[in-house]
């Protein structure tokens, strides 16, 4: 995930948004040559409500990019999010919803059941800075405060200190929105890089949620996270046998078990399946690429934090936009 919106000045973020378009274009180059695996790319964009000026100067350079990259991630969404970007958004990019407002958790119904996010994303920092929550309640994920390791009821709650905190409400009730409407759903950054422990207990949280990925922060943390969420081999080996169970049963008088027979194991087999093959497919283009920078990126997505030090300064925008020309110079409507 590359992030034009956390930890960026007003003064930084036109040469962000440059530095992006020309790395993302050498992207574009290395994979034509060969030299480079293909990466699924999600641009963070600034927020069309709390800042609306950078929000409509990224969607217009995430435009330009067009199939360079996969999508944009829309932070602080709530309902109106989408009516004010629909007019600039490409055609051909997804947009991920990233719930961090404790009004993006009343709207969530709303918001995953429109059917114009492809992916919900839990965003701890702003919803702990929301929901006002003491740093004591937060733990490590970094979000404030010592992290979980420092405290012997952290290490033992693991993450949100106890399954009835408001992070992990918050995180359910995301799920729930999203799943009702055939959503995927990527958790938030764990901040220590260096809590090891810390982290893997927060990806055990995410796997016995059934969620789909983990946003990551340091290259130390995608190996385990890819290990979280790609099927291991006796996973695959379960698939494998209930899709030869449903095509036997198709000849044969003999039904299967109740639960197999309603489709439940054949669904959660097709999904293994699938990420087996997406997975594999990515391990073969990046063992075929010549790029030693080549990563893989199929469930988590490392931020890329795009430093500067440019004193440039935007704060009066009139450029028009790719798609049209915002109200009030640089300002949705």
Known sequence: MLDLASGLGSSLKREARDRLHDWVREMEKAKESGGCADKRLIVRMNSPEFDPAAAMLDLEMVGILGGGIEGVA????????????HNYVHPDHKLWAVFELPLSLLQAPTICLSGKYACAVIGYDGLAAGLRLPSRMVGNAGRVGPGASDCPEGRQAGHFLGQSSPLMLAANHVLWSARAANMSVIDGVFH??????????DLQRCQALGLDGKCVIHPDQIAPTHQSFIPNPAEVAWAVQVKAEVERSADDANPLEEMLSEGLHARRADRVLELHKMAEGERQEGEAAASPAAEPSSTSFFREDLDSSTSDNFNTIRRKSRRGKPAGHGSFP
């Open 74 to 85: 829309i932070p602080k969404v709530t309902t109106r999010t989408y009516d004010l970007i």
């Open 192 to 201: 220590d890089p260096t809590d090891t422990r810390g982290f893997r207990q």
